[in-house]
């Protein structure tokens, strides 16, 4: 061949692959419409345990026809705080199992009973359904399009490669046998070619497309048996590369998540290259009481065996990796560690633009981000009571500056979980509940930004205090001890009923403290009046530790509007709550009405 052919070839080869994976994607896309949200509800709700999540992951995957697809979905869910990582590493070894349907799909319709002549005819019925109303006929028509396409390219990828007759190329067949010794492919050569998939993979991004090629060369005679194994066997670490670089921009479980698919599959690799003579000999074996022929010596044999290769090895892969879930966590943990320092810096840990967007998803998002929020502003608070007891200056001053960091972080939190909640408002489709839901939240945000101010107060009060130097009594001391305490048992209410369904929180014992924190305050505000008739303190002394319980008083308000916005309570002390004043909820409401 001249070089111009050999351009040529690979341009019309690649043009091929091009129209299988549009094929491909058109199709998942489409019976991902027309499953809805029936496949996210079933990922979400039916993997409490691992053997739940691997069928849940396999039946996902052989329905939308893309492990990608469903390794992305998972890795989103647990960026999204809906699945653990344990069930998340057994959807994911379901999805490995579910992608083998593909390889069968290509082995029988398009190489053994060639239903590519069937395509044009598929993608004209697939055209007639899009043109229709009905949008689930619309969707099934884009299926079938999709489903005409694929095998089209398929079509085409035989053609050219078959057009080559490498079969009867002497440079070519000694080139292939080159790579074997006494008629095997050595572990150096094996180890190459599963790289050479890999690459492959990570490239074009979708294993079915190097399953493709890798099927349609060996049904030519381009690659002999063992060759192709080992190019499905890289292609299947290659796959990995997608979810990971979907958790390039989540949270530190959605990393990990991601982490765990490359581990099973590695390790998979890596068990099956220790057997793999033993291993290739069982499946020419069952090849031969299945189809009659050896893909040693048959051509027409293997893309039927390296399809049944691929099924043992994902389905015996799982069997022996689903004993050693815990292990494959602790590993992905143990790549992906969450800095101690971790709640020091700004990072919104569940929203991210870059993940699938579903209504219910994105507000438990939203849920879990407050949580976090929750969490930096009792962090925050635990500060207070140090910074008034801490004598050294250099520790003083270093826990000084992180209550003012923790204060620019509550800031940036507050605006970017509204800004998140607001926008997801604006989109539309949202049920009454979740509106109410995201009004809630919205109410709860702006309380946990008042918390961290109120905090922020009592750091510059004590600084104030101590520029002043003015020094508490031990009964002052005692008295803000009394206070501090009740009020971080508010706020442990407070932690709790935000971590827990907003269905099934109840008011009482968030009201009930709260009744004790004011019971506090005004005690101590009788006391402070009293010992001042007395002068037990200055006046000047008197004014800061009156100014703190005041303050602390105002957390415990905060703390009780956020129980109340949680169960939705018409009685609120907030009555900025209850006033006229607009939110932007409402106003995009009002302007959708």
């Not at 006929?137 to 078959?162: C, H, P, R, S």
């Not at 022929?293 to 027409?300: E, L, N, V």
């Not at 849920?367 to 004598?391: G, S």
């Not at 702006?446 to 101590?466: G, P, T, V």
Request: glycine content about 6%; some cysteine.
């Amino acid at each position: 061949m001249s070089n111009w052919e050999i351009i040529w070839f690979i341009i019309r080869l690649l043009g091929a692959l091009a129209l299988f994976l549009f094929g491909m994607k058109y199709m998942s896309e489409a019976m991902q419409r027309l499953a809805g949200e029936k496949l996210r509800n079933t990922l979400a709700t039916f993997t409490s345990n691992r053997f739940k999540a691997i069928l849940t992951g396999a039946l996902i995957t052989a329905t939308v026809q893309s492990s990608s697809a469903t390794t992305v979905m998972v890795v989103s869910f647990v960026n999204a705080g809906v699945l653990n990582l344990s069930n998340a590493i057994g959807v994911i070894m379901g999805a490995n199992i579910g992608t083998t349907i593909t390889a069968w799909l290509i082995s029988l319709l398009s190489i053994k009973y060639n239903i590519a002549a069937l395509a044009i005819p598929v993608i004209g019925a697939g055209f007639i359904g899009i043109m229709l109303r009905n949008k689930k006929i619309k969707n099934l028509g884009e299926f079938a399009i999709g489903f005409g396409l694929l095998f089209l390219g398929l079509t085409f990828m035989q053609d050219y490669v078959k057009s080559l007759n490498l079969e009867q190329n002497e440079s070519f067949l000694q080139f292939i046998a080159s790579f074997a010794a006494d008629g095997h492919t050595g572990l150096g050569s094996l180890l190459l070619f599963v790289g050479i998939g890999t690459l492959l993979t990570m490239a074009l991004q979708a294993s079915a497309a190097t399953m493709a090629l890798t099927i349609v060369l060996c049904s030519q005679g381009a690659i002999p048996f063992e060759i192709a194994v080992a190019l499905v066997m890289g292609e299947n670490i290659g796959t990995t590369i997608t979810a990971n670089l979907a958790a390039t921009v989540g949270n530190s479980a959605a990393k990990q998540a991601a982490r765990s698919h490359l581990i099973f599959n590695l390790l998979g690799v890596i068990w099956v290259l220790a057997i793999f003579n033993f291993f290739i000999k069982g499946i020419d074996e069952l090849t031969i009481t299945l189809d009659g022929q050896s893909p040693y010596t048959s051509i027409a044999a293997i893309p039927i065996a390296l399809s049944l290769f691929h099924s043992c090895f994902n389905i015996l892969n799982t069997s022996v990796l689903v004993w050693f879930v815990p292990k494959i966590e602790y590993l992905s943990k143990y790549m992906v560690r969450r800095k101690k320092d971790d709640d020091d810096v700004f990072k919104l840990e569940y929203i991210n633009a870059g993940f699938v967007r579903v209504d219910e998803l994105a507000v438990e998002s939203a849920k879990k981000e407050i949580q976090v929020f929750a969490k930096r502003a009792v962090r925050m608070y635990e500060f207070i009571p140090q910074l008034l007891d801490l004598k050294d200056t250099k520790d003083y001053n270093n826990l000084l500056k992180r209550i003012e960091h923790y204060e620019e972080i509550s800031d940036k939190m507050e605006y970017e979980i509204a800004n998140y909640l607001t926008k997801l408002a604006a989109e539309g489709g949202l049920s009454a509940p979740t509106a109410t839901r995201i009004r809630g939240m919205l109410r709860i945000v702006d309380n946990l930004e008042s918390i961290a101010d109120q905090n922020y107060q009592l750091a510059k009060m004590i600084d104030l205090k101590n520029d002043k130097k003015i020094w508490f009594t031990p009964e002052i001391r005692t008295h803000l001890s009394e206070m501090f305490e009740v009020v971080r048992q508010g706020l442990e209410i407070m932690v709790k009923n935000l971590n827990m369904d907003y269905k099934i929180v109840e008011i009482k014992e968030a009201l009930d403290k709260e009744n004790q924190i004011n019971d506090t305050r005004n005690r101590l505000r009788d006391n402070h009046l009293e010992d001042l008739k007395n002068n037990i303190y200055t006046y000047q002394t008197g004014i800061f530790y009156s100014g703190m319980y005041a303050l602390l008083e105002k957390i415990g308000d905060h703390i009780i509007n956020i129980s109340e916005a949680i169960v939705n309570a018409k009685y609120t002390k907030d009555e900025s709550l209850l006033s006229n004043n607009r939110t932007e909820l409402d106003e995009i409401e009002d302007e959708k009405n």
